[in-house]
């Protein structure tokens, strides 16, 4: 086996970890990815369109080099709850690399299902500088 030759992961940075405070302990989860990255993709769909990942919020960030990553954070009391979180980032980090797979398998490195557009599409949309304008501009309510 070669000297680098190693596993590759899918690009964001896991931080599962808990704290008590008091006499209650505190599930608190943070991801972070790229902000147009495939697992993100995965992570919106499953946000939005399957009902899941409920109670996490995502925040994008700006690192010294001038990056765009977004954050995600999720924090619960119930145990149950944090190993169902985890269940589904697990199963979203699946579907990207079953992905991967699919596109070299059918040797398209462009190929990506219609949900993915979709989601890839609305984030786009939401996210660009004329759309934040035209919303913030639809809901001002001052006569001039």
Known sequence: MAKFAQAKRVPAGFGYSHVMVGN????????????????????????????????????????????????????????????????????????VLSLKALRLTMQNPWYEPIWMTTIREQLQREESPSYNWLREDETDDLPF
């Open 24 to 95: 209650t302990l505190v599930f608190t989860t943070k991801i972070r990815t790229k902000q147009f990255d495939l697992l993100r993709y995965a992570i919106e769909h499953k946000k939005r369109n399957e009902g899941k990942l409920v109670g996490t919020w995502g925040q994008i960030k700006v690192n010294k080099n001038g990056h765009k990553y977004v954050t995600y954070e999720f924090v619960s009391t119930n145990g149950s709850a944090m190993c169902q979180f985890q269940k589904e980032m697990d199963e979203a980090r699946a579907e």
